[in-house]
């Protein structure tokens, strides 16, 4: 009878699952429907440009994950992978929130009242706002939306703080995201180091950053890594786990499904249990919000006073500056969570009204000599107030859920995805299954 372990989906979830099963001897198997790992954080080539699915950044507080790339890169990986900053969101002339260097909770502190582009009082209603939040543990009651959470607060601090905030960390609109789930990101990011709320932005692409170093790990440990193999069904039996895909039906020890919610069911269905059974009807309920990436390759670099800057929404929200972490000097990707009206264009419109909006603020940008826009439409499950999700772990015996929905503490991150993973693997290790 065999011990090896089937990992359905090569996402940041499946492969953090199958580093901790090889980590701990337990030959695995990854099946990946497409021909490049990573899922939703990958690698994108465009007429032979090197780019991802989307813009992704990084926390300081993401301690799973940097663990993770410390085991599959060796302990120099964050310095070598990423450009860490301390926390600076501004949008120039507009508004500037900059956390300075000081132990936490100072730098929030000092951060709020130095706030510019809001009025004294403001800042200080802020403050007050963030230091009740910390008494109370940053807990709220689960069906409050962040919008009625922020109901008290002044309207300028929502429109240049709170709601771009909410919008970049849950991908959801302040009138529908869960406060709870803020709430939970505000106090891992702010309430323990000052570094939980370093930004880091990857230096190579989401592919080479964790899920092709983590298959070279796991093949050195006896596992395999196999893409475009897509898992038709899963069967719990027994004995053992069969799983078929095109290349036919294959026995396992246990498996762990580490698919999008959306893509549940594909596998699922025919097999389900009563806690698969309530699974598949939680993600049934599930909305999901778009996030669109466009990049724009301009013939000199950008000269942007940070890699990363706040835009006016008409129509990107942030602008990142490739060249500035590792990119083609001059490549501009430009960021919009959710389902803004001014996005639903098509793409060359979209990328015309991006270069605008960049003009707008620098008219002397020569014309763009390429773009590009990728739009994932179900970037995120929508992180709606008292949203029932599973959790990672048994679904039936042998048969474990892994994926960023499942996690209760973050909302669809990588961070979420690798702690699903590292969970649901540790779970099937400590069942001896
Ligand atoms: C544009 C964009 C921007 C984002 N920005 C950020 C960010 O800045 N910071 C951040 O932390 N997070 C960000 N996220 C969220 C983050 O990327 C996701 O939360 C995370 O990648 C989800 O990982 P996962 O492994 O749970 O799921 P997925 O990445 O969806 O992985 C599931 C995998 O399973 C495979 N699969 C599905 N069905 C089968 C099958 N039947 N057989 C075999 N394989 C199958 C899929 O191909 C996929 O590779 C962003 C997401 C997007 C799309």
């Given at each position: 009878m065999t011990d090896r372990v089937a990992i359905v989906g090569g996402g940041w979830a499946g492969m953090a699952a199958a580093v901790t099963l090889a980590c701990a001897a337990r030959p695995v198997t990854v099946f990946e429907a497409a021909q490049v790992l990573g899922g939703r954080a990958r690698r994108v080539v465009v007429d032979d440009r090197i780019v991802d699915n989307g813009q992704h950044l990084l926390l300081g507080a993401y301690a799973q994950t940097l663990a993770l790339l410390r085991t599959v890169h060796g302990e120099r990986a964050e310095r070598e992978l990423f450009d860490r900053r301390r926390l600076h969101l501004e949008e120039p002339g507009v508004f500037r929130f900059k956390t300075p260097a000081l132990p936490a909770p100072w730098h929030l502190g000092v951060a709020l009242l130095a706030m510019r582009g809001l009025p004294q009082r403001d800042r200080l209603a802020t403050l007050a706002f963030v230091r009740r939040l910390r008494r109370g543990r940053f807990c709220c009651a689960p069906q409050l939306t962040v919008g009625t959470l922020l109901a008290d607060q002044p309207a300028l601090a929502v429109k240049l703080l709170w709601e771009p905030l909410c919008l970049a960390a849950l991908n959801t609109p302040v009138d529908a995201a869960s406060a709870q789930i803020f709430l939970n990101l505000l106090r891992v990011a702010f309430a323990v180091h000052a570094h939980d709320s370093d930004l880091l932005l990857p230096r190579v692409d989401l592919t080479a950053l964790f899920p092709a170093a983590a298959a070279v790990h796991i093949a050195a440990r006896g596992g395999e890594v196999r893409t475009e193999e897509t898992v038709t069904r899963i069967a719990a039996l027994g004995d053992s786990v069969a799983v078929t895909s095109h290349a036919g039906e294959e026995r396992f020890a246990a498996a762990i499904i580490a698919v999008g919610p959306h893509q549940l069911a594909h596998v699922l269905a025919a097999s389900a249990g009563s806690s698969a059974t309530a699974a598949l009807d939680q993600v049934a309920t599930f909305a999901y919000e778009p996030i669109r990436t466009t990049y724009l390759q301009y013939g000199r670099a950008l000269g942007l006073p940070q890699p990363m800057l706040k835009l006016d929404?008409?129509?990107?929200q942030w602008l990142f500056d490739r060249g500035q972490f590792g990119g083609a000097p001059g490549l501009a990707a430009v960021v919009i969570s959710t389902d803004v009206a001014a996005a639903r264009i098509d793409h060359d419109s979209l990328a015309h009204a991006i270069d605008a909006q960049l003009r707008r603020r620098a008219p002397d940008l020569p014309p763009p000599v390429w773009s590009q826009t990728i739009a994932e439409r179900r970037a995120t499950y929508a992180c709606t107030a008292d949203l029932a999700r599973p959790a990672p772990g048994p679904l039936e015996r042998r048969l474990y859920l892994a994926g960023d929905y499942t996690d209760p503490e973050f909302p669809a991150t990588l961070e979420a995805a690798t702690r699903s993973g590292v969970a649901a693997a540790r779970q099937l290790l400590a069942a001896h299954v």
């Open positions: 929404n008409d129509p990107g």
